[in-house]
């Protein structure tokens, strides 16, 4: 018998999970139940004026951004700037990062993250707003918290 994370994946292009968060949509491709905790994988869209998330620093696993469409505005811990299609942005523990979309179109990109597990911040918010809490910056740094995620 095969062991289920040593077997290849194929996801088609609307597959995966699909977890929508404060205008941001994170369609996972891959989760840590699909890479035994490893990696994660998402394709994500932020519509004009939305943030993706304020500068923060993640202190257990590292993130990888990379641009498919659109221009991303991104904060690299010591300004912002702007990320186009092809640019990607490293954002391993400690380093501070934020994203947003100061354009008038939609952005599309790709996060990975190592290792897996980070998928559940999302989960969790999702969760709560859906039960009826509002998105605050307190609810979403009590969320961050759990993750060891912290502000910049």
Same mark, same amino acid.
């Given at each position: 018998? !095969?062991?289920? !994370? ?40 932020? #519509?004009?004026?939305? !943030? ?11 993130? @990888? ?15 912002? !700037? ?19 979309? #100061? ?9 990975? @993250?190592?290792?897996?597990? @980070? ?34």
């Amino acid at each position: 018998m !095969v062991d289920p !994370v040593k077997k290849a994946l194929l996801r088609r292009p609307d597959e995966g999970e699909m977890i929508r968060v404060g205008g941001v949509d994170h369609l996972f491709k891959l989760t840590g139940a699909d890479t035994g905790g490893r990696f994660a994988m998402e394709e994500f869209t932020l #519509a004009p004026g939305i !943030v993706g998330a304020r500068p923060h620093v993640h202190h257990g696993h590292d993130e @990888y951004f990379y641009v498919l469409e659109g221009e991303l505005t991104v904060h690299d811990g010591e300004g912002e !700037v702007t990320a186009g299609p092809g640019h990607s942005l490293s954002a391993v523990r400690g380093a501070p990062h934020g994203y947003r979309n #100061a354009g008038d179109s939609p952005v599309r990109g790709l996060c990975l @993250y190592t290792p897996a597990g @980070y998928e559940d911040y999302f989960r969790q918010v999702h969760a709560a707003v859906d039960a009826g809490a509002e998105l605050t910056e307190s609810l979403l740094a009590e969320f961050r918290s759990r993750f060891r995620t912290t502000p910049f």
